[in-house]
């Protein structure tokens, strides 16, 4: 008698990791959760809309000579402080959506008994489990993609967006990013972890990551000085156990092409308080969170094949 490996993608897999990604969009399309994002993000939308419209009325100088360096840095210094507060927020609307839609598809259906009968023969844990991983990362990454594109919209309407295309495609990866990384999170947490459990503790680990970069904003504002060395190793180790802020932080500085900006701008926490610019991640850091991520998908599997249900 011949077996089917189990961990090869044949034909009949395929179609079922096919069936069970198209069941997760529809099942988060029916989901309450997804409706109330769409409209907290209406919401936030309309916010954000007077908001930059009241930084493209107040910041601009019009005694600046057009085409000047000084015109130029006037509309760098607008754009970036429209988009740093648009993506202050669009950051926590992004992560709670990758949340909170994988938070409890294991422990959820396990205790439903809808696991057994969805998990039949040939399509084995392992396809069910990348399946359901690549349905909700692939609508979460969908939805930042639509609300990056709204946020540069909005600001370019009402002032301008700084950068330039390739430093605009850097930081939407990267904003993204956060996705792919909180849904592995989640979904390994759902295998040991009741729903409600899993909630809680991702809500805690992500606001620890939060934490984190305000440290080491308020370190490199001179404050605490005494301390500054322990809240800024404090401050790494909470990026370290939580990467989504750091890649944020990261984001926004690819976005600014920061590096080329600071001579002549001023996007320092001294300036902007916690809007500000600090502790910016290293390359060698994007290869941890990289790294941080496969392996969380790695027992996520690993613990879903061994789970019993």
């Known amino acids: ?42 919401i936030f939308l309309l916010a954000f809309w ?12 019009p005694n600046l000579d057009p085409g000047s ?61 990348l399946g359901r991983w690549i349905g909700y990362v692939s609508l979460g990454v969908g939805y930042a993609f639509l609300l990056f594109l709204t946020i540069l919209g909005v ?15 850097k930081a939407f990866l990267l ?20 729903a409600m459990g899993n909630g809680v503790f991702m809500t805690m680990l992500f606001g620890a990551g939060w934490l984190g970069g305000m440290l080491n904003k308020i370190t490199s504002m001179g404050m605490f000085v005494q301390s500054e060395e322990t809240l800024h190793m404090i401050g790494g180790l909470m990026d370290m156990a939580m990467p989504a802020d750091a890649l944020q932080r990261r984001m926004l500085a690819e976005m600014f092409s920061l590096q080329e900006m600071q001579p002549f701008t001023d996007l320092a926490p ?29 027992l996520g599997v690993r613990a879903f094949r061994k789970k019993d249900l």
């Open 50 to 61: 007077f908001v930059a419209r009241t930084i493209g009325m107040e910041f601009g100088n």
């Open 155 to 169: 600001t370019e309407y009402h002032s301008s967006v700084p950068g330039s295309w390739v430093s605009l495609a």
């Open 69 to 129: 360096m000084e015109q130029l840095i006037d509309h760098y210094m607008q754009g970036a402080i429209t988009l740093i507060l648009g993506f202050f927020f669009a950051s926590f609307v992004v992560a709670f959506l990758a949340i909170f839609s994988s938070v409890s598809v294991i422990a959820g259906e396990a205790e439903q008994g809808v696991l057994q009968a969805l998990i039949p023969r040939p399509l084995t844990r392992k396809h069910f489990y």
């Open 270 to 298: 001294e300036s902007l308080g916690p809007f500000g610019f600090a502790g910016m991640p290293s390359n060698a850091f994007l290869l941890y969170a990289l790294g941080y991520l496969l392996l969380v998908l790695f």
């Open 175 to 194: 904003f993204a990013s956060v996705v792919p990384l909180l849904v592995s999170i989640a979904m390994l947490g759902s295998c040991y972890m009741s």
């Open 1 to 42: 008698m011949v077996y089917a490996d189990p961990f090869r993608f044949g034909p009949e897999r395929g179609t079922g990791m096919s069936t069970i990604i198209i069941m997760t969009w529809k099942e988060m399309l029916r989901k309450r959760v997804m409706l109330l994002t769409l409209i907290m993000t209406l």
